[in-house]
């Protein structure tokens, strides 16, 4: 039900962004975040956003990295600049989504299929 796009290859110093969609029987969407896997590293998260907006980053992107979403089309979106080698990972996208299930209506974490980021010369 979450859908990643973009991601590529990119210089140091360079931007990229990566978007994602969630689709599906959806009543709402809370919390949306991004977390990344370096090579040989853990997963960590680095940019959520509430429904209303709020924000919070890692250390390591805080003034590089912006996290926004569209309510509407139930969509989040990282805007990665000044890019930086150690930025190098999969990200991955998170939500936590209510959606229908018949009469009901189920909360639950979804995690997107990851992109690649690759910053290079």
């Known amino acids: 039900q979450l859908q990643a796009f973009g991601g590529g290859l990119v210089q140091p110093g360079g931007s990229l962004r990566v978007s994602c969609a969630a689709s599906g029987s959806i009543f709402s969407v809370d919390d949306m975040d991004w977390y990344r896997r370096a090579p040989g590293k853990q997963r960590e998260l680095v940019a959520g956003i509430s429904r209303r907006g709020r924000t919070n980053y890692a250390e390591s992107v805080k003034g590089r990295f912006t996290v926004s979403r569209d309510n509407a089309k139930n969509t989040v979106y990282l805007q990665m600049n000044s890019l930086k080698p150690e930025d190098t990972a999969v990200y991955y996208c998170?939500?936590?989504?209510?959606?229908?299930?018949?009469?009901?209506?189920?909360?639950?974490?979804?995690w997107g299929q990851g992109t690649q980021v690759t910053v290079s010369s």
């Open positions: 998170h939500a936590v989504l209510t959606s229908y299930e018949g009469t009901y209506l189920l909360t639950d974490n979804y």
